[in-house]
């Protein structure tokens, strides 16, 4: 069982991958991945080929004599994996099986040459995970070689015949329960994953996969939750589709990432309040900034109200979710924040001294790693203030924006970018990563371009 899911996860790199996605994203598996599947298939395949046979009854003698058979090695010296269009995938295989035939008095090695042709269907089951199925397995058999041992040509007849007869079924068996065995893989990809503290996402195939002779594409969807429950996302009517020649030539997966993907995660992230923050200042610090003393000169009335130097905290919520831009070459990040200034007084309550109203926008640098997609945020141009509310009378903005600008912007990008560092799971499998992926920023959508790495 071990050995068919190994190979079960590495088939996986056949298939639409389905596991972490958002709305509007597509997953395109290349040539290139068949290349790289039938160069680390052969091991785990051989493995599985190992199959028992059954004692062979020897005839020739005159009292009926039961021979041990036994697998010695099997070598795949040839796996071939091409796509079918409109089906899924077709597989050739040749290996060559040793045997051990335990006859007395002298024992029988012989190699047997096979080869395996099958034919796998990929569609999504009533649970909208992809499902593989074998539609048609044959073996074909060359006549065997004997390695050692006095035989007659009747006798080797007999016991070639012994053997295809157990591998004709078997093989083709072995092959359909790593069908199944994988398929049982493919089922745990509906399970959540996190995208906060307190904010999960999962995803669900939305339609049959689209096979071409040179890749294997798939639209995925996402239910977002926040706390358990799904959380409702704006009504896209434009389904997004993945243009033709995206990406590297070289690429084994070309993932497709929509703007709907930014909006929908940002808007859960926003509903959850991960985005949310609170500033706070010590009163001791050097360079501190974040007290009334400091506001004092710049707003007389805070002094006023506050003769002794208290701490100030300033209270970041985003009532707006933030919004991504993408432009070719270029992804920027729009965020609104309501900030809230208030005063610690003497007794540790918070007294509220006014509100503003902040405009800021980030560049937003995308990676890969493993199987996350991360970002990185720096600030474009000058943060903008506006007053909302005072409880200190006239606030002079340009005259605050020094000092709140620099104290408000710092934490925001070690905020954002601890966030966004944590990253959003890109569709994977089980031990399967992206390897040395590229970005490519498109009007409207991302494209990641990746080879892929299977680890045991």
Known sequence: MARACELGLLLALLLPM??????????????????????TGKAPLQRALQVTVPHFLDWSGEVLQPSRVQILNVQVSHLDLNFIAGFGIHMLAAANFTFKVFRVPEPLELVLPVVLLADAHVAPDSIRTPVVSISTCSSFFNNAIV????????LLVQIQHHIKAVLRNKLCLSISNLAQ??????GTLIGLNPVGPESQIRYFMISAPNITNDYISLDINAVLFLLGKPIVLPVNATRFTLPEHVGTDSAMATVGLSQDLFDSVLLLLQKAGTLNMDITGQLKSDDNLLNTSMLGHLIPEVTHQFPNPRPVVLKVRLSATPLVILHTNNATLQLQPFVEVLAVTSNSAFQSLFSLNVAVNLSLQLSVSKVKLRGITSVLGDVKLTVNSSNVGFIDTDQVHAQIGTVFEKPLLDHLNALLGMGIALPNVVSLYYLNAEIFVHEGYVVVSSKLLYEH
């Open 18 to 39: 389905v596991g972490t996605s958002v709305p509007g994203t597509v997953v395109r598996l290349n040539k290139a991945m068949l290349s790289y599947v039938s160069e």
């Open 147 to 154: 390695l050692d041992g006095n035989h007659s040509t009747a």
């Open 181 to 186: 065995d994988l398929n049982v893989h493919l």
